[in-house]
């Protein structure tokens, strides 16, 4: 049996027709859709086809290029702005900018007014003689005055309008040139009669400049009052920083580019991300409230400065006047010498010095001399119509003699030797290491202080005691019928002096003196 030819069954049909596609093929085709990379390569091609479409002709999708029209246009900005970028470098941040703009817009009251506080104005009058207190009222009046006289839409105005002029400043301040350089690599920097040559060059060279000028591109709006800005500028610089007429059409360019949505579409088809979205800069600051802010610290600033340097003239007056040109006598331990040490410390250290100082010499010199001369006379030869006002006036020498002793007695205490300058020493020795130190420390002072204090008081009290004592024959002298010192005109100073002279001088030295000590209190 010869072999059996092999034989292939034939292909049997299917028992079931042919299915066509239902719900079921339709949902995974549909979920197939919606596959994200799908989506975006989709989307892709519809900004590539945008981009071909588009009149502005800055970009080969097919290429990936941007081509020499997007270089065109901006070498048409840079040539508008170039000059401005040196002009206006870092005006932005410039607080003389925001001057400007505030102090052109004000009016010519608010413009008196802001005068009338500056530093200058105020020192004038300070020198004219005006009361620091009534300085100060001043000054509070025109501060008020000038604030009441700000509304509110005036201000939201100017803050808006320097908001518009950072649009401005960044439009200005743009790398135009490094940008430009990538497509003409022989163009030479603000050299406008040279003819450039651009090329096209792949996006992803340029990929930065195009984001970052993105930031800028939203916030340029062409109905702004461009002219106004560049006026703004020209206060600021003295010149016109940038063409108008230029500008105009610069606005114009970008105006048209906005319209397009070409930039944007660029930027995207570059990274391959059709949801790309810039980060559009966004200006809010406020310049008005600060700069009124600024001028009424300033201002109260210098009332205060112009005050301590009346009162410390009046200081340096009223101690020539007292002790004349000399120097006066300092002590020896209850000095400035000690304040550094403290000083380190955060601490105030010694505060009365230099009216302690004053205090002891005035004490020194004038109490036992002239001082003494006429209350001897008064007290010894004089006869008064009740005794109260000389055992008034007795006392009063006897404290004061008192208060000199106490003095020396308290200042060679704070010496190394004495008690109360060991006890400072040791404490301020345990602050290296010990922080409860420094509350002792602060305590022990504020006790040395009240003493030093205390003992100032008590003298001024006891000097007015006498002053109010020696006016009372100085009123009498040159009268038939005196009311308090009957025997005036028996009185002989020594050298034979006019009393009445002698008395108007101790009393004029003692009124100048408790002047001093009371500014210091």
Known sequence: MGPQASKTPPQQKSAFPSKQPGFLDRLVALFASDDPERQKQRQLRDIAAELRRSRLHFYNPLKATVEPGLARFFWEIYKTVAAAQVLVKGAEV??????????SSLSEEQSLLKERLSEKSI?????KGIDPAALEAEVKRDVKTLLEGIDTNWMNDLDATFNRLLVLLDLIGFDYFFLLKKLDPGMPERDFSYTPRFEAVEATSVLGELQD???????????????RLIGILKEHRGIDVVSREALRK????????QKSGVMP??????????SWKSMVRTHRERIVEPYLSKIKAE???????????????????????VFGSGAVAKLSNYSESSNPEYAQKMLGGFLYVAALNYLRAFLLEFLPKSIREVVDLLIIKGKWATSQHSQQMSEAFHQLLTVAEKIGRFDADLSEDGELGRRLKTIALRTE?????????????????????????DCIQHFVAVARVLKLPHEDIGKPNPAFLVNWKELKP???RDLRVVVAAVYKKIYNFVQLMQMYK
Do not use: C
């Not at 610069?250 to 580019?257: A, G, K, N, T």
């Not at 201002?299 to 006047?321: D, I, Q």
């Not at 290491?433 to 420390?441: E, F, G, P, S, T």
């Open 299 to 321: 201002a109260e600033t210098t009332v205060k400065k112009v005050a301590h340097g009346r009162h410390t003239e009046k200081m340096e007056e009223l101690a020539r006047a």
């Open 433 to 457: 290491r010990d922080r409860k130190a420094i509350v002792q420390l602060r305590m022990a002072l504020q006790q040395v202080n009240e003493e030093a204090h205390t003992m100032i008081g």
């Open 265 to 274: 579409l660029m930027v995207r088809h570059t990274l391959g991300n059709p």
């Open 123 to 127: 020192d004038e009058r300070a020198r």
């Open 250 to 257: 610069s606005i114009q360019l970008i105006y048209d580019v």
């Open 494 to 496: 020594a050298g034979d």
């Open 213 to 227: 000028f993105q930031e800028i591109l939203p916030n340029v709006d062409p109905n702004a009052d461009w002219d």
């Open 94 to 103: 410039s607080g003389a900018l925001k001057m400007t703009l505030v102090e």
